[in-house]
T-cell receptor
Framework: EAQVTQNPRYLITVTGKKLTVTCSQNMNHEYMSWYRQDPGLGLRQIYYSMNVEVTDKGDVPEGYKVSRKEKRNFPLILESPSPNQTSLYFC???????????FGQGTRLTVV | QQQVKQSPQSLIVQKGGISIINCAYE??????FPWYQQFPGKGPALLIAIRPDVSEKKEGRFTISFNKSAKQFSLHIMDSQPGDSATYFC?????????????FGKGTLLTVNP
Protein backbone atom coordinates (compact mmCIF):
# COMPACT_ATOMS: atom_id res chain seq x y z
CA GLU A 1 0.00 0.00 0.00
CA ALA A 2 1.31 3.42 -1.00
CA GLN A 3 1.72 5.50 2.10
CA VAL A 4 3.54 8.20 3.99
CA THR A 5 4.24 7.25 7.58
CA GLN A 6 4.90 9.78 10.31
CA ASN A 7 5.94 9.14 13.87
CA PRO A 8 5.01 9.91 16.51
CA ARG A 9 1.33 10.77 16.01
CA TYR A 10 1.18 12.74 19.23
CA LEU A 11 3.95 14.40 21.19
CA ILE A 12 4.02 16.65 24.23
CA THR A 13 7.38 18.14 25.06
CA VAL A 14 8.92 20.97 27.02
CA THR A 15 10.49 24.13 25.69
CA GLY A 16 14.05 23.64 24.54
CA LYS A 17 14.11 19.85 24.42
CA LYS A 18 15.27 18.70 21.00
CA LEU A 19 12.93 16.43 19.12
CA THR A 20 12.66 14.68 15.77
CA VAL A 21 9.54 13.76 13.85
CA THR A 22 10.17 11.01 11.35
CA CYS A 23 8.63 10.67 7.90
CA SER A 24 8.99 7.77 5.51
CA GLN A 25 7.40 7.08 2.12
CA ASN A 26 7.30 3.84 0.14
CA MET A 27 6.52 5.25 -3.30
CA ASN A 28 10.05 6.15 -4.43
CA HIS A 29 9.05 9.82 -4.67
CA GLU A 30 11.77 12.37 -5.25
CA TYR A 31 9.88 15.29 -3.77
CA MET A 32 9.07 15.49 -0.06
CA SER A 33 7.97 18.37 2.12
CA TRP A 34 6.78 19.32 5.57
CA TYR A 35 3.73 21.44 6.32
CA ARG A 36 2.26 22.77 9.50
CA GLN A 37 -1.47 23.23 9.92
CA ASP A 38 -2.82 25.86 12.27
CA PRO A 39 -6.47 26.84 12.81
CA GLY A 40 -7.53 29.54 10.42
CA LEU A 41 -4.22 29.48 8.55
CA GLY A 42 -4.50 26.35 6.43
CA LEU A 43 -1.31 24.47 5.65
CA ARG A 44 1.99 26.23 5.27
CA GLN A 45 5.17 24.71 3.91
CA ILE A 46 8.16 24.49 6.27
CA TYR A 47 10.87 22.78 4.21
CA TYR A 48 11.06 20.72 1.08
CA SER A 49 13.45 18.34 -0.62
CA MET A 50 13.83 17.62 -4.31
CA ASN A 51 16.06 14.60 -3.80
CA VAL A 52 18.70 13.07 -1.54
CA GLU A 53 20.90 15.75 0.01
CA VAL A 54 18.85 18.51 -1.67
CA THR A 55 16.71 20.54 0.73
CA ASP A 56 15.45 24.11 0.86
CA LYS A 57 13.30 26.43 2.92
CA GLY A 58 9.60 26.81 2.49
CA ASP A 59 7.46 29.65 3.82
CA VAL A 60 7.94 29.15 7.57
CA PRO A 61 11.35 27.51 8.15
CA GLU A 62 12.42 29.35 11.32
CA GLY A 63 13.13 26.99 14.20
CA TYR A 64 13.18 23.85 12.06
CA LYS A 65 15.78 21.69 10.36
CA VAL A 66 15.48 18.79 7.96
CA SER A 67 17.73 16.21 6.40
CA ARG A 68 17.42 13.88 3.42
CA LYS A 69 20.07 11.19 3.64
CA GLU A 70 17.90 8.53 2.07
CA LYS A 71 15.26 8.93 -0.59
CA ARG A 72 12.47 7.44 1.51
CA ASN A 73 13.08 9.39 4.74
CA PHE A 74 12.69 13.07 5.51
CA PRO A 75 12.85 13.80 9.25
CA LEU A 76 11.84 17.15 10.75
CA ILE A 77 14.07 18.35 13.57
CA LEU A 78 13.22 20.95 16.18
CA GLU A 79 16.51 21.80 17.90
CA SER A 80 14.97 23.98 20.60
CA PRO A 81 11.18 23.82 20.46
CA SER A 82 9.13 26.79 21.60
CA PRO A 83 5.40 27.06 22.40
CA ASN A 84 4.72 28.81 19.07
CA GLN A 85 5.70 25.56 17.35
CA THR A 86 2.69 23.84 18.87
CA SER A 87 0.88 22.70 15.77
CA LEU A 88 -0.26 19.81 13.58
CA TYR A 89 2.52 18.71 11.25
CA PHE A 90 2.18 16.86 7.97
CA CYS A 91 4.77 15.25 5.79
CA UNK A 92 3.96 14.90 2.10
CA UNK A 93 5.56 13.32 -0.93
CA UNK A 94 4.95 13.36 -4.65
CA UNK A 95 6.55 12.06 -7.77
CA UNK A 96 6.41 14.92 -10.24
CA UNK A 97 4.91 18.34 -10.62
CA UNK A 98 1.17 18.19 -11.29
CA UNK A 99 0.81 14.82 -9.61
CA UNK A 100 -0.91 13.87 -6.40
CA UNK A 101 0.79 14.79 -3.16
CA UNK A 102 0.38 12.04 -0.56
CA PHE A 103 0.15 13.19 3.04
CA GLY A 104 0.98 11.37 6.22
CA GLN A 105 -1.49 11.01 9.09
CA GLY A 106 -0.06 14.00 10.90
CA THR A 107 1.85 14.62 14.13
CA ARG A 108 0.18 16.73 16.77
CA LEU A 109 2.93 18.49 18.69
CA THR A 110 2.41 20.42 21.91
CA VAL A 111 5.29 22.41 23.38
CA VAL A 112 4.77 23.55 26.96
CA GLN B 1 0.42 37.77 1.86
CA GLN B 2 -2.33 35.26 1.30
CA GLN B 3 -2.00 34.01 -2.24
CA VAL B 4 -5.06 31.74 -2.26
CA LYS B 5 -8.25 33.06 -0.70
CA GLN B 6 -10.95 30.54 0.12
CA SER B 7 -14.57 31.07 1.07
CA PRO B 8 -16.70 30.37 2.95
CA GLN B 9 -14.94 29.31 6.15
CA SER B 10 -17.81 26.99 6.98
CA LEU B 11 -20.79 25.65 5.11
CA ILE B 12 -23.85 23.72 6.19
CA VAL B 13 -25.82 21.90 3.52
CA GLN B 14 -28.76 19.52 3.62
CA LYS B 15 -28.36 16.02 2.27
CA GLY B 16 -28.91 16.05 -1.48
CA GLY B 17 -28.04 19.71 -1.83
CA ILE B 18 -25.21 21.37 -3.71
CA SER B 19 -22.09 22.49 -1.86
CA ILE B 20 -20.06 25.27 -3.45
CA ILE B 21 -16.65 26.42 -2.26
CA ASN B 22 -14.82 29.26 -3.95
CA CYS B 23 -11.16 30.17 -4.26
CA ALA B 24 -9.31 33.09 -5.77
CA TYR B 25 -5.60 33.35 -6.46
CA GLU B 26 -3.21 36.17 -7.16
CA UNK B 27 -0.10 34.57 -8.63
CA UNK B 28 -0.43 34.22 -12.41
CA UNK B 29 2.39 31.66 -12.37
CA UNK B 30 0.07 29.13 -10.72
CA UNK B 31 -0.84 26.42 -13.19
CA UNK B 32 -2.09 23.50 -11.12
CA PHE B 33 -5.15 23.72 -8.89
CA PRO B 34 -5.98 20.71 -6.70
CA TRP B 35 -8.63 20.31 -4.06
CA TYR B 36 -7.89 18.31 -0.96
CA GLN B 37 -10.34 16.71 1.44
CA GLN B 38 -9.44 16.20 5.08
CA PHE B 39 -11.33 14.16 7.65
CA PRO B 40 -10.69 14.63 11.38
CA GLY B 41 -7.51 12.89 12.47
CA LYS B 42 -6.36 12.27 8.92
CA GLY B 43 -4.02 13.91 6.47
CA PRO B 44 -5.36 15.76 3.44
CA ALA B 45 -6.15 13.57 0.44
CA LEU B 46 -6.41 14.66 -3.17
CA LEU B 47 -10.01 14.95 -4.31
CA ILE B 48 -9.77 16.44 -7.79
CA ALA B 49 -7.40 18.74 -9.67
CA ILE B 50 -7.43 20.94 -12.75
CA ARG B 51 -4.94 22.63 -15.08
CA PRO B 52 -5.70 26.03 -16.67
CA ASP B 53 -6.14 24.60 -20.17
CA VAL B 54 -9.68 23.47 -19.29
CA SER B 55 -12.55 25.39 -17.72
CA GLU B 56 -14.22 22.48 -16.00
CA LYS B 57 -13.42 19.01 -14.74
CA LYS B 58 -15.90 16.54 -13.36
CA GLU B 59 -15.31 13.38 -11.38
CA GLY B 60 -18.47 11.76 -10.13
CA ARG B 61 -20.33 14.22 -7.90
CA PHE B 62 -17.35 16.59 -7.73
CA THR B 63 -16.75 19.34 -10.30
CA ILE B 64 -14.07 22.01 -10.51
CA SER B 65 -14.94 25.16 -12.43
CA PHE B 66 -12.01 27.32 -13.46
CA ASN B 67 -12.04 30.95 -14.64
CA LYS B 68 -8.54 31.92 -15.72
CA SER B 69 -9.32 35.57 -16.53
CA ALA B 70 -10.90 36.11 -13.11
CA LYS B 71 -8.25 34.00 -11.38
CA GLN B 72 -10.94 32.03 -9.62
CA PHE B 73 -11.85 28.40 -9.26
CA SER B 74 -14.54 26.59 -7.35
CA LEU B 75 -15.55 23.15 -6.16
CA HIS B 76 -19.12 21.97 -6.61
CA ILE B 77 -20.34 18.89 -4.76
CA MET B 78 -23.59 17.66 -6.20
CA ASP B 79 -26.04 15.56 -4.20
CA SER B 80 -24.06 16.22 -1.03
CA GLN B 81 -23.98 13.33 1.45
CA PRO B 82 -23.27 13.21 5.20
CA GLY B 83 -20.09 11.29 4.35
CA ASP B 84 -18.86 14.39 2.50
CA SER B 85 -18.66 16.24 5.82
CA ALA B 86 -15.00 17.22 6.05
CA THR B 87 -12.65 20.16 5.66
CA TYR B 88 -11.89 21.10 2.06
CA PHE B 89 -8.78 22.93 0.98
CA CYS B 90 -8.14 24.50 -2.37
CA UNK B 91 -4.52 24.79 -3.38
CA UNK B 92 -2.36 26.10 -6.17
CA UNK B 93 1.08 25.31 -7.47
CA UNK B 94 3.32 27.23 -9.82
CA UNK B 95 5.33 26.23 -12.84
CA UNK B 96 8.50 28.03 -11.93
CA UNK B 97 11.42 26.81 -9.88
CA UNK B 98 12.16 23.48 -8.27
CA UNK B 99 9.65 23.69 -5.44
CA UNK B 100 6.43 21.79 -6.06
CA UNK B 101 4.96 23.65 -3.11
CA UNK B 102 1.23 23.69 -2.70
CA UNK B 103 -0.12 27.05 -1.54
CA PHE B 104 -3.29 26.27 0.39
CA GLY B 105 -6.39 28.24 1.13
CA LYS B 106 -7.46 28.40 4.76
CA GLY B 107 -10.02 25.65 4.39
CA THR B 108 -13.80 25.23 4.46
CA LEU B 109 -15.51 23.07 7.04
CA LEU B 110 -18.43 21.39 5.28
CA THR B 111 -21.22 19.86 7.28
CA VAL B 112 -23.89 17.89 5.45
CA ASN B 113 -26.97 17.33 7.57
CA PRO B 114 -28.94 14.11 7.06
Amino acid sequence: EAQVTQNPRYLITVTGKKLTVTCSQNMNHEYMSWYRQDPGLGLRQIYYSMNVEVTDKGDVPEGYKVSRKEKRNFPLILESPSPNQTSLYFCASSFLRYTEAFFGQGTRLTVV
Amino acid sequence: QQQVKQSPQSLIVQKGGISIINCAYENTAFDYFPWYQQFPGKGPALLIAIRPDVSEKKEGRFTISFNKSAKQFSLHIMDSQPGDSATYFCAASGSGGSNYKLTFGKGTLLTVNP
